[in-house]
């Protein structure tokens, strides 16, 4: 029920793609959805979040999509560069206000190649 | 990074001996917390604490322990009980409706 499946493993995406990273949740109750961007020896740093309130939310490049229904969510990023390279994981809180405690899921190694 | 420091960034210990990860913040984040990252298991939480003098079980917290007796500092320790400790530690704090904030992690060796 706390669990947050992340797939793929791993992707290799050519510059200019798109990468597509899925997650699945079971928990109904949670009701905020980060994304977080790691780069090696570092720790993650948030890059975009959504609520169930929405479908969908962009920024930038960095897309997330979300369906409700199926308690699914991804992250689409658009143009990929080389630069993007890194691990990302999505998470999963059942408090989007006040004390917050994330389920990560298990990361998705990203390799964009020049 | 940005207000969260953790020392060393590498630590090797023997097995059988306790070790204690430093944590501080100058960002006056009320909420600190330690996750355990290893490769294709994401992050896991250990020990979280919303204020000072206490803290709570995470869903790992078997073989650790922490203290939280000022604000800015959350240190964890890895006692000897912990039956696999070498992993990548990472600490993070949060304002109340703030992201999450991490740290740039201490990798850990035990051999």
């Known amino acids: 029920q706390q669990q947050v499946k992340q797939s793929p493993q791993s992707l290799i995406v050519q510059k200019g793609g798109i990468s597509i990273i899925n997650c699945a949740y079971e928990?109904?109750?949670?009701?905020?959805f980060p994304w977080y961007q790691q780069f090696p020896g570092k720790g993650p740093a948030l890059l975009i979040a959504?609520?169930?309130?929405?479908s969908e939310k962009k920024e930038g490049r960095f897309t997330i999509s979300f369906n409700k229904s199926a308690k699914q969510f991804s992250l689409h990023i658009m143009d990929s560069q080389p630069g993007d390279s890194a691990t990302y994981f999505c998470?999963?809180?059942?408090?989007?206000?006040?004390?917050?405690?994330?389920?990560f899921g298990t990361g998705t190694r990203l390799l964009v190649s020049p | 990074d940005g207000g969260i420091t953790q020392s060393p960034k590498y630590l090797f210990r023997k097995e059988g001996q306790n070790v204690t990860l430093s944590c501080e913040q100058n960002?006056?984040?009320?909420?600190m917390y330690w996750y355990r990252q290893d490769p294709g298991q994401g992050l896991r939480l250990i020990y979280y604490?919303?204020?000072?003098?206490?803290?709570q079980k995470g869903d790992i917290a078997e073989g650790y322990s922490v203290s939280r007796e000022k604000k800015e500092s959350f240190p964890l320790t890895v006692t000897s009980a912990q039956k696999n400790p070498t992993a990548f530690y990472l600490c993070?704090?949060?304002?109340?409706?703030?992201?999450?904030?991490f740290g740039n992690g201490t990798r850990l060796t035990v051999t």
């Open positions: 993070a704090t949060r304002l109340q409706n703030s992201p999450l904030h």
């Open positions: 928990n109904t109750a949670f009701d905020y």
């Open positions: 959504i609520r169930p309130d929405v």
């Open positions: 998470a999963a809180s059942t408090h989007s206000t006040g004390f917050q405690k994330l389920v």
């Open positions: 960002l006056n984040h009320d909420a």
């Open positions: 604490s919303q204020i000072v003098n206490d803290f």
